[in-house]
Every structure is written in structure tokens, then in C-alpha cells.
């Protein structure tokens, strides 16, 4: 015979408001899977720590929308599988949606448009992109209860399919389509690099200077660390090596 849990299930409160789940109905959502991710962060600190490095240049007077409500909406939504800016012209209306920004739905304000998204992400210049990157690595830093003795850094890059006129695009023989060509670095399931590159060049491209930028925040940490590197046939390259 079947079990069916009928207790509510509690999350961290809205402000006064609690928070929680249960199965009796009323206004449903197909993205009760993002409270976990809500939950994730609060323990993590990764949004707060993004929001710290992102400079605001917005005047305080004239914010309708926190900074910080504007990141919880995208990276969130990424997360969910919501790729699109113009998805959140419909979920910027959802309950579920406002609460993960930290909004109370009782009040019925709305979450940010696309067009309000779309400047968040062009706002960012080079070095602000840089923080944000340092960010991934602080956040791997801080995870290890007790310095390690060896990391394995894995170099990978991978296609970015792109499907429109996109600047930047490349057609790229070995994917057969045009796309973009991200480097990434992981230390087991830990993602420490992300970076967005055209697809018309090598695929270890800007890797020796990641690496030796990675190597000296990893040091500074734990001095006594043995670090190795890890990557495919792409990766071997007389300077990177050297």
C-alpha cells in the first residue's frame, strides 16, 4: 500500500513571510525544483558574492528592481533551463518566480523584462568580468574544510551552438556548425573557469595564461598543494607544457 506524505515541506522565509510547500492544491508550478536552488545559495553565498563585484552604475532614486533580484532571476532561470531573456516575460509574473528574487507575491509586483535583463548582461567590461570569474574560484576555496594536498585541474573546451547572426559566430569543421568555442576548468564536480571564446581559434587558446592565473590564487591559498593538469590532445602545446 502506498504512503503519501502529506506534511508540508518548510524552506527559509520571505522577509515575515514563511515559505513552504505542500500538496493540497491551490496556485501550482511547474518550478517548485528552484526553491532547492534558492536554498542552495543561501547556504553558498554565490549570488550575494556576484552582486558585491557587479558594479550598479543605476542611479538609487530610479531602481525599481535590486540588483541582486535582477541576477537570482537569470542565473536561476538558466539553471531551470530558461535560456531565453524572453522567458521571463511570463515568469517575471509567476509567484514561484518572485519569491526565488526575494519579492513577496502578496504584493503582486512583478519581476524585471527582458530588455531590463538584457542590460544586466551587457553592462559588464573586462574587468568586472574578471571579479566575477575570481568569484567561481573563491567559492571552490572556501568549500574545502581542510587544504588538499593535490588538485587535478581538467582543461576542456566544447561547442556553443549558435542559430542566428550572432557576433562573433564561427563555423567550426570539427563541430559542423557554427558556434562559439567556451574553455572550461573543473577540479572534480567544482566548475573554477567558464570563458566565452570565438570559435576561430585553437582550442587551448588563453589556456597557459588561465592556468598560471589559477596556479597563483590556488598557492596563495595552500602553498604546498600539488597541482596537475589534465586535458586532451588539444591541450598540448610546447608553451603550455613548458
Avoid at 570539427?174 to 566548475?191: E, H, I, K, T
Wanted: aromatic share 8%; glycine share 6%; net charge negative.
Amino acid at each position: 500500500m502506498t504512503e503519501c506524505s502529506t506534511a508540508p515541506l518548510d524552506f527559509a522565509s520571505l522577509g515575515r513571510r514563511r515559505l513552504q510547500a505542500d500538496f493540497s492544491g491551490g496556485e501550482l508550478t511547474t518550478d517548485a525544483g528552484a526553491l532547492l536552488l534558492r536554498e542552495a545559495d543561501r547556504r553558498l553565498g554565490l549570488l550575494d558574492a556576484l552582486n558585491a563585484v557587479l558594479p550598479d552604475p543605476r542611479h538609487p532614486a530610479f531602481i525599481t528592481h535590486p540588483q541582486r533580484a535582477l541576477l537570482a532571476q537569470r542565473i536561476l532561470g538558466i539553471a531551470c533551463g530558461y535560456e531565453d531573456l524572453n522567458d521571463h516575460d511570463s515568469l517575471r509574473h509567476d509567484p514561484l518566480w518572485q519569491a526565488l528574487a526575494e519579492y513577496d507575491p502578496a504584493a503582486g509586483q512583478a519581476l524585471a523584462s527582458s530588455p531590463t535583463l538584457c542590460r544586466l548582461e551587457n553592462r559588464p567590461r573586462r574587468a568586472t568580468l574578471f571579479r566575477l570569474a575570481e568569484v567561481l574560484v573563491d567559492q571552490f576555496i572556501a568549500s574545502q574544510p581542510t587544504a588538499p594536498e593535490h588538485l587535478i585541474l581538467d582543461f576542456d573546451a566544447t561547442d556553443d551552438p549558435v542559430h542566428g547572426q550572432q557576433e562573433g559566430r564561427f563555423f567550426h569543421g570539427y563541430y559542423d556548425g557554427s558556434c562559439f568555442l567556451p574553455l572550461y576548468v573543473f577540479c572534480g564536480d567544482q566548475l573554477l573557469v567558464a570563458y566565452l571564446r570565438t570559435a576561430d581559434g585553437d582550442a587551448s587558446r588563453h589556456t597557459r595564461a588561465i592556468l598560471k592565473l589559477l596556479v597563483q590564487r590556488l598557492r596563495a591559498a595552500w602553498p604546498q598543494v600539488r597541482l596537475t593538469l589534465r586535458g586532451d590532445s588539444g591541450f598540448c602545446r610546447w608553451r603550455l607544457m613548458r
